[in-house]
C-alpha cells in the first residue's frame, strides 16, 4: 500500500533547512534526535544539555505537573534556553501525553467513539490543541490508534475499540481536530499516533506483552488506523513497545518504510533499550562492540527510528556506530532533517514563543464553551445496555438515593491519563443530579463500599502515592448506611465501577467484572426493592451478567472528565436522549475473549439447538458464544423501526458506487438519536472472511413518528481486503449488505459485484 505523501515544505523552507544542516556539527544532529523529560522548573543538568545543543525535544514529567496548570511561564524558560543560548537556537519540540483534553478533561477515548459522531471527536482533539498549545506545548502524544480487542488489557481505554473501519475513521478527526487547517498555526499541536503497530494485541490482554497474528490480519485489522491518520498528514507516529510476530516496531525496517514515509518516527518512552530484554541483538543476531545499548540504538536508526524517548542510546552512541560504519552519515542527516522539518512545519523556527501566550491560557483553559462541549460529548458518550420498564428518565421528584464508592468522586471521573485536569474542577455524578433535579426532589447520599477492598490490586495500585481512597469504616457499616439510605427512597442510583488506576497504562486485568465488594453492595441494594438504576465507570468493557439478569436499568457512564457528573444526569432525568454505542463487544463471561463481532465463521455450528444433528459445537459447555452486548449496541429511551434495505442496483460491474438506502423510524413516544450502522459480508472467498465488517453509519435524530430515509455509499475500495500475499484485492460474486441497529441485529440484501 502507499501512503499519501506528506505536504512539501515550499522552496525558501527547504533552503533554510540545508542551510541550517550544513551548519551542524555531528553532535548537534544528534541532539537534534534526542527526547528526554524533564520536571518544571527545569533540572540544571538538563538545562545544561539543552544549552549545548544536545536535546531536540522534552516530556513533561509522567506525574503530576504543573506547567499546565501554573501557565506557560515554567515550560517558556525551557524554550529561552534552547533558543537564546544553545548555538544555533533549534528551538525544541515540547511534548505532553494530552490524551482525552488537556485542563478541560473530556471523557477517555473509548467513551468517546461510543459516540460514533467525527464531530465530537474532533472537538475534544480541537480543544485540547488549543488548551495544551496556550501552555506552551507543541506536541501532543495522542491519539492513540491502537485497536483493542481484548477488555483485559488496560489500554482499551485510550483507543476507539475493536473496529478498524471505525478507529480509522476517528484517527483521521483527531488528527485534523489536533493539527488544525494549519500546523504552524499558535492554537494547533502536531499529533504523535501510537503504538505502531499491534500493540492492542498483547497476548493474554497483558500490557507491553508480544502478539502473534498473520500478516493479513496485521494490515487488514491492525495497520488502517496508522494509514489514515498517515492520510490525514499526522506529523508522527510513535513505535510500541510489543513485538509482532517475533519484531519489536523499533526494529522493523520493513513495516516502518511501508507505512511510514514522511512521518516523524518516534521510539516510545525507554523503548530502544527495551529491546535488549527482548533479547534482540542486530540483524545477525549479535552484540555489537560488546554494547548492548548501542547494538539497539543503531538497529533502530537503521530501521527508521528518528528520535529516542529517554533511551539516551541516539545521543551517547550513534557516534560510535558511525565511527565503525554500522550507521551512514545519510541515516543520521535523514532522522534529523525529519526532526527539524517537523519543527519547521510547527512554525517554531519562525516564532518559537508563538505558543507562550499567558493572555490566551487565562481565556481558553476551561473555557466555558470548553465545559459545554465536554458536557455535550460525555453524555453522547454514555451507553444505555438496559431499561426495562421505561424506569428511564427519571422524574425530578420524590426521594432518591444516590450510592457507591464512585458517586461523589471527582477524582477516578476524570480516568486515566489526564495529569492536567484537576479533581477540584470536576463534577461528581452526586453533584450534577443535585445540580440538575434542583429543589424539586431529595437527594439522599451514601458511600456504601470502598471501591476495592483487594489488597493486592490497592498495593500496585497505590505504588506511586496514594491513588485509591479508602473509608475507614468496614464494609459492613458502610454497606449498612447505603441499604439504610435505600429503603427511604423511591429510586436508587448506584454509581460502582473501576478506579481511574484500574485501566490505562500497565492496569490490565484478569477479572473484568464490577470488584466484588461492589457487587455485594448492589445485590444489598437490589434486596431492599427499591429499584436500582446502574451507572458504570469504567475504562473498558465490564461483564455484567448478574447486573444484567437482575437490575432494572444500567448506564454506562465510563470515566467521562470534568462534566461527567452533569452529563450523567442529564441523560437521568431525561435533559438529552441517551445515544451513546458500544465500540468493543462486551463478554459474558471473561473466558470468552477476545470477542470482536467480526469474527469469521468455522465450519461447525454455534448452537447444537439449532443444528440438533450435529454433535461437535464451537459454542462452551457452560456458556453461550455469543457477547452479553454485542459491538453497536445501545438503547435509546424510544424504539426505532428499520425497513429492509434497498440497492439502487442489484448487480455491478467494476468500480460504480452502490447506493444502498433504509428507512428509519422512531417509533417510540421520545424524541431519539440513532446510529444507523451497516455492515457487509463476503459469503465466498478464496480464503476465510470475516463474517460482517463494518462499512458505514449514519446519526439521525428523529421526533416520535418520523421516518427518514437513510442513505449510504459503496464502493470497491469497501470490498477489499488482503489476500495471503498480502495483495490488497476484491473478489467478484454476491455481497450481503445488512443494515441495522447493531452488529447483531440486521436486516439484510444482496448484490452481485462483478470485475467488468
Ligand atoms: C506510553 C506512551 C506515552 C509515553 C510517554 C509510555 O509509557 O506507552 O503512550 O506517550 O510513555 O509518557
Known sequence: MTTTPQTALPPDRVAFLDDLMARMTLPEKLGQLNLITTNIPVEDDKLAEIRAGRVGGMLGGLFPCTFGVNGPEGLRAVQEAAVRESRLGIPLLLAYDVIHGHQTVFPIPLAVSCTWDLDHVEVTARTAAREASASGLNWVFSPMVDIGRDPRWGRIAEGSGEDPY??????????????????????????????????????GGRDYNNADMSPARLWDVYLPPFQAAVAAEAGSVMMAFSAVNGMPSHADTDLLSKILPGVLKVSDFDG???????????????????????????????????????????????????????VTMAQIDSACRAVLEAKEKLGLFADPFARFDPARAAQVILAPQHRQAARTVAADSCVLLKNDGDLLPLAKTGTIAVVGP??????????PWAFQGDPATAVSVLAGIRAVVGDGATVLHARGANITEDRRMLDLLNFAGPKVDLDPRTPEEMQAEAVEVARRADVVIAVVGEAAEMSGESASRMDIGIPENQRDLLKALHQTGTPVVLVTMNGRPLTLPWEAETLPAILVSWFGGCEAGHAVADLLFGDRVPSGRLTTSWPRHVGQVPLPYDRATTGRPGNPANDPGKYST??????????????????????????????DAPVLRGDVPLTVTVEVTNAGTRTGVETVQLYLTDPVASVVRPGRQLRGFRKVRLEPGQTQTVSFTLTTADLEFHDQALNRTWEPGQFIIGIGPHSADLKTVSVDWLKD
Open 406 to 415: 464512585l458517586a461523589d468522586d471527582t477524582k477516578n471521573v476524570l480516568g
Open 272 to 326: 530502544i533499550p527495551e529491546m535488549i530484554a527482548h533479547g534482540l541483538g542486530d540483524e545477525a543476531g549479535q552484540i555489537v562492540a560488546d554494547d548492548p545499548l548501542q547494538t539497539l540504538s543503531e538497529r533502530a536508526l537503521r530501521a527508521g527510528v528518528q528520535m529516542d524517548m529517554m533511551g539516551k542510546g541516539f545521543i551517547t552512541r550513534l557516534e560510535a556506530a558511525l565511527a565503525a560504519g554500522r
Open 618 to 647: 464451537r459454542c462452551y459447555l457452560d456458556g453461550p458464544s455469543e457477547p452479553l452486548f454485542p459491538f453497536g449496541f445501545g438503547l435509546s429511551t424510544t424504539v426505532f423501526a428499520y425497513g429492509v434495505p434497498q440497492v
Open 166 to 203: 471505525l478507529g480509522a475513521q476517528i484517527a483521521g478527526a483527531m488528527i485534523h481536530g489536533l493539527q488544525g487547517d494549519d500546523l504552524s498555526s499558535p492554537d494547533s499541536v502536531m499529533a504523535c499516533v501510537k503504538h505502531f503497530v499491534g500493540y492492542g494485541a498483547p497476548e
